[in-house]
């Protein structure tokens, strides 16, 4: 049993995605969300600047307490995890595109997947989709531009519903039935990407199953906040505190930190 808090970190604020799946399965747990907004986006940034950016996000965690840690970044985490996991004791919970069930069941063999260009140009990336999609069609899409109008707080833009239209558009031609959300900030376009997207071709991101992966290595090291008490959720962001807030629906306090 150990009462401290998960630490979550993120480029900026789409993290917070994978927080609310973390909150949902586990709500007894403490938990210390950080947005490393000022630095972000880290898609088009090099290897090198990505994992710097994620051992100074790991160090504040772990400073503060954190007994294991959720890199709720696909760039970070396809980019630095095997480095974080190396270096530091605590246990690491990353996020990837999840290529593997959309490869499964996918019937028109074709799927799309949209993420970093970070993401898209890992090692990781590549292993993983020469191993599950092989033999299939995947339109790889960076959404350049995405991240950075999120962090605005533009999520409903016509700016962003342009974006998307003009990079759904090859996977659309291809048949895709499967489209795998490769960052944690798209979960929030779900809402447009439905309206623009036909009915059949299903929309997959990996926020719950990283939930159910933090619990499963929490119980492993016997790590599980037993106690029932309500549980402390705190935000932090080097960025615009008020952003944060309102994707968290002004339910929490966000402190300004500049880390
Ligand atoms: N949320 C990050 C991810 O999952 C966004 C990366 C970025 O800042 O470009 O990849």
């Not at 029932?228 to 968290?248: C, Q, R």
Request: glycine share 6%.
């Amino acid at each position: 049993m150990n009462i401290n808090p998960i630490g979550i970190f993120d480029s900026g604020i789409g993290g917070s995605s994978v927080w609310r799946e973390i909150y949902a399965l586990l709500p007894h747990e403490n938990t210390l969300y950080m947005a490393d907004s000022a630095n972000a986006p880290y898609g088009p940034k090099g290897k090198e600047t990505i994992i710097q950016l994620s051992i100074k996000n790991t160090e504040f965690l772990i400073e503060l307490g954190c007994k294991l840690i959720v890199v709720a970044c696909n760039t970070a985490t396809t980019n630095a995890i095997g480095l974080l996991r190396k270096n530091y004791d605590i246990p690491f919970i990353g996020i990837e595109p999840a290529i593997k069930p959309a490869a499964l069941h996918s019937k028109t063999k074709a799927i799309g997947i949209l993420a970093t260009k970070g993401t898209l140009s890992s090692e990781l990336f590549y292993t993983t989709t020469s191993l599950y999609a092989h033999g299939l069609t995947v339109i790889e899409q960076v959404g350049e531009g995405l991240v950075d109008l999120i962090e605005m707080g533009k999520i409903d833009s016509i700016e962003i519903k342009n974006l998307l239209m003009m990079y759904l558009k090859p996977m659309l031609d291809a048949n895709i039935d499967y489209l795998v959300l490769g960052c944690t900030h798209y979960p929030y376009l779900i809402p447009l990407l439905l309206e623009l997207l036909p009915k059949h071709i299903k929309i997959i991101d990996s926020g719950e199953a990283v939930a159910r992966q933090t619990k499963a290595v929490l119980e492993k090291h016997s790590l599980l906040n037993l106690s029932h008490a309500v549980s402390k959720n705190e935000f932090y962001t080097n960025g615009n505190p008020d952003i944060l807030k309102t994707i968290l629906n002004n339910t929490y306090d966000v402190k300004y930190l500049d880390f």
